[in-house]
């Protein structure tokens, strides 16, 4: 039975946070585990990219994902997702923000709003069943994009499209800003204290060349991108419960979990929540999957923070007692 537990956010602000405070908070029985795991350099880096190489094995990392057109279910256009973020003015850059969700009626609204607006060039946005949004071209064009969770908390300048068509993007993004402005759902939005839906992000649209294949049998997630993975993949999927119990390994022989809770707090640069989090999926997640291991329920388990390197654990693990466990900071 193999498990692979992707948490991102673990890592990503360690590197900074490790030289604005004297001392950072420890995790004992995360920081043995993964001090004992054997590592190896992922495949790709970022969370959109590790997720897609569970459902897509065939992609390359460095390509541009695919991820729109698999996932939007619309064939022979050019897809990309398109994700309503929050814009505001940094110093230097423009910084982008990741919003809660939006309501059905707002996601109803900024789609008509859009659709009325783009009507005139061809291009039109799109709501799959999950009310997921995406923007649809009739010709392909030639750009790279940067997946949503690796600008968020981050100025946008030099993560903008890029080739060919990139200039094209950049005045459509540049007009959908404008556009949502002054959008009534917007405005509502503001009065509620609300972060607004100012922006369009656009990104992964690779084009899509076979049909997703995914690793696991059973997959647990509340993030929207691996939910709709499985539900197009036909993967049985479920929501997470509250910790980790051994009878989830009963019902398959290979389990992706997905647990964002680190996300939020790592792109808000806010360590005091970031370490909270890690606290409690060290006791609800960590320490009951690291039993697993030792009592036989569990054969491996992979632990992919989503910043380039894999943390793999086998119940000989345990063993090596040599080892001196390390912070997450020295693990980085």
Known sequence: MQLDFVIPGLFDRLHDWS????????????????SVAATRRGFADGFEATIWQQYDPGWQAGDELPSAGHLSGIDGHHVFHASAVHLEAGMRDLILTSIAPLTHEESDE???????????TGIRHHLDDSGNGYLVFDQRLTVRTTPLSQVVGTGIADQMPSGDDAARLHQLGNELQMLLHSAPFNQRREREGKLTANAIWLWGGGEAKRP????HELSISNHPLPQRCAQVSGQQHMTPPER??????????RLLVVHDGLMAAAENDDIHSWQEAVARIEQQWIAPMVEALRSGALTRLTVIPC???????SRRSHWKIWRQPKSLAQLL
């Open 19 to 34: 030289r604005s405070y004297a001392t950072l908070p420890t995790f004992p029985t995360l920081e043995r585990a993964l």
């Open 110 to 120: 900024l789609h008509q709003h859009i659709n009325q607006y783009l009507q005139p």
């Open 212 to 215: 997703l294949q995914p690793l």
């Open 244 to 253: 980790f119990e051994p009878k989830l390994l009963d019902q398959t022989r």
């Open 307 to 313: 910043h380039g390197k894999v943390f793999s654990l």
